[in-house]
């Protein structure tokens, strides 16, 4: 019987080759692919009409110790030696690339002038074996299998009749039955078994072949997406952008319309997304749109399937991938992706490939980039001749009360004085729009003493009365002990299959009686997740996620995780919340969810 590795890595391998079929009805409708190559080094093929072959993959899911160079080498020197050198050749992987891989990842993608030298000195190879290695690149694809497939349906949705009766269940049966068939012609001896054709792969798939009217970015569906987001409602506070590194003055969003690449950085918190909500509608008061993508949804490759995605998302309706590309090809759009630099680096290396043809080439759509951490912004934005880089405006003592008022209502006497408390709780935080929110809705206005964490142990309570059927604390644990692993993996989103599944795991694993199912529903009904994207759900709330982590840490129930080399601070702070002094339970249920105190102000 086959070991689960073995299983995972075939599933994933299964996933990919899915993704390749649909890829290849869409935009090579007359390529043919075949599973399981010719020669051991390649997984999938893809042929030409003639049968020759224009693409190979090899797919490895890989779990444990990072990649070392040594076998990924030996994989490109066995297909620099087949001498297929108008072919690409593609090594992917869900395995983390070491440091001596990750040089030769670099190395293949690179196109300075000594690449060839370079590739035959680290391979240990001649330069004319080097030289077939033109159109060899090593992809890291973090994406679970359920991710994959999830996404897969999405593009096979997509592409049936919109009137047809209960499309999303059609296009499931539809991806179950490409496992399935995947699965048989795998298992053929004679390469001409294991071989799809044109006609057989349009068959498979399904759906409409063309563009249908409705899903044509330059008429209907346009129409569409700009009604959906026009009535965004407005911020509570107007917020304003302030250009980087210290300039002035500070302009307004709708000055992002006006630039061809820019970003906007900045602490958790601070309403870089309500920046972006902003842009977004008033863009659609004028008939102008602006797609907001969130990169936590990015899968490596499919940079259409993104921004077909956040069509779909906004408009609630499957939309095929062909639209995303028209966008990103419309010179009057503007693409932003939300969340960059909160991405694995892996992930991250191949949206910045991705990103060069948008960045470096006039006529196509704008391109905003949002995200917590200026430096890696401004690496993915690298290629861009006129990159803009803005912070959001810290709140001046009038945003303050302002944004006082309208989360309180109180007398204009009263501002002062709650503003000046939640300087002296919160420090420079008060200047960020969403924790002085939080200090505010925590009902953390009074005369007692508080620490930052305290703030957030009352707003989740806060939050928890949302759910009065059930005690919400009970499940918070187990949603810290999750969120921990998240943060293990530099992240703190999932996809729908990753949280089932990490959820009922924590449940098993706690001696409490908890369960993953009700404190899935929990963290839903209280609003403590929210989904951000298609088949993704992430914390409200980032620092709201690092609590909840940093309580299972202090409790003994999760590992620290480890520290971020993109991101040290951050990771510094989550650490410094654990090295807390366990106190008294906070609450008269299962005496696991401690007091975190000792978080800073």
């Not at 001896?189 to 006609?199: G, K, V, W, Y």
Request: negative net charge; contains cysteine; hydrophobic residues 45%.
């Amino acid at each position: 019987m086959a070991g689960t590795d073995t299983i995972r890595g075939i599933a994933y391998q299964q996933a990919h080759a899915i993704h390749l079929a649909i890829e290849i009805v869409e935009q090579y409708p007359e390529h043919q692919l075949r599973v399981e190559g010719t020669d051991d080094v390649v997984d999938i093929e893809v042929l030409d009409a003639d049968g020759r072959l224009v693409g190979a993959h090899q797919i490895k899911s890989h779990s444990g110790a990072p990649w070392t160079p040594k076998p990924i080498a030996d994989v490109m020197r066995r297909w620099a030696d087949l001498n297929e050198p108008g072919a690409t050749f593609t090594f992917v992987t869900n395995g983390e690339l070491g440091p001596g891989a990750q040089t030769l990842s670099d190395i293949l993608a690179s196109s300075e002038p000594n690449r060839t030298d370079r590739l035959a000195t680290e391979l240990g190879v001649s330069e004319a074996l080097a030289e077939r290695l033109t159109f060899a690149r090593i992809r890291v694809d973090l994406s679970s299998v359920g991710a994959l497939l999830e996404a897969a349906e999405r593009r096979i949705a997509a592409r049936l009749d919109p009137l047809l009766r209960d499309r999303e269940e059609e296009a499931v049966q539809c991806v179950d039955r490409l496992v399935r068939v995947l699965m048989e012609r795998a298992a053929h001896n004679h390469p001409a078994e294991r071989l799809f054709t044109a006609a057989e792969l349009r068959a498979l798939i399904g759906g409409e072949h063309g563009e249908r009217g409705e899903y044509q970015w330059g008429g209907a569906l346009k129409d569409s997406y700009i009604a959906a987001v026009a009535n965004t409602p407005p911020a509570l506070v107007a917020l304003t952008l302030t250009p980087l590194p210290g300039g002035e003055p500070a302009v307004d969003a709708q000055s992002l319309l006006q630039l061809s690449a820019a970003s906007v950085s900045g602490p958790t918190g601070t309403g870089k997304s309500s920046v972006i909500q902003v842009l977004q509608s008033s863009a659609a008061a004028t008939g102008r749109a602006v797609v907001v993508c969130r990169a936590e949804t990015y899968i490596p490759g499919h940079i259409a399937a993104l921004v077909a995605d956040a069509l779909g998302f906004s408009v609630g309706t499957a939309i095929p991938t062909y639209a995303g590309r028209k966008v990103l090809a419309d010179p009057d759009a503007v693409v932003v992706i939300d969340g960059v630099s909160e991405i694995p680096e892996a992930t991250l290396e191949h949206l910045a490939q991705e990103l060069k043809p948008l960045l470096n080439r006039p006529g196509l759509a704008s391109v905003v980039l949002v995200g917590r951490d200026p430096a890696v912004l401004r690496r993915v934005m690298g290629p861009a001749p006129t990159h803009q880089a803005f912070g959001v405006t810290p709140l001046a003592h009038s945003d303050q009360e302002r944004l006082i008022e309208s989360v309180l209502g109180p007398t204009a006497s009263e501002l002062t004085q709650i503003r000046a408390r939640a300087e002296h709780v919160l420090g420079d935080g008060a200047r960020n729009p969403m924790l002085l929110t939080i200090f505010l809705k925590a009902g953390a206005v009074g005369s007692a003493e508080l620490t930052r964490s305290a703030v957030y142990e009352k707003f989740l309570l806060h939050l928890a009365a949302r759910a009065p059927s059930v005690d919400a604390r009970t499940y918070l644990p187990l949603l810290g002990v999750v969120f921990a692993h998240l943060l293990t993996a530099q992240r703190r989103y999932s996809d729908q299959y990753e949280w089932i599944a990490s959820t009922d795991e924590v449940a098993d694993s706690l001696s409490s009686a908890t369960d993953g199912a009700s404190a899935r529903a929990v963290a839903l009904h209280t609003g403590l997740i929210t989904e951000v994207g298609m088949g993704v759900v992430a914390p409200f709330h980032d620092s709201l996620a690092d609590y909840l982590a940093a309580t299972a840490v202090a409790a003994g129930l999760a590992p620290l995780p480890p520290r971020s080399p993109r991101n040290p601070l951050r990771m510094g702070g989550l650490r410094q919340r654990a090295r807390c002094r366990r106190l008294r339970p906070c609450h008269t249920g299962p005496a696991i969810l401690i007091r975190a105190r000792g978080a800073g102000r």
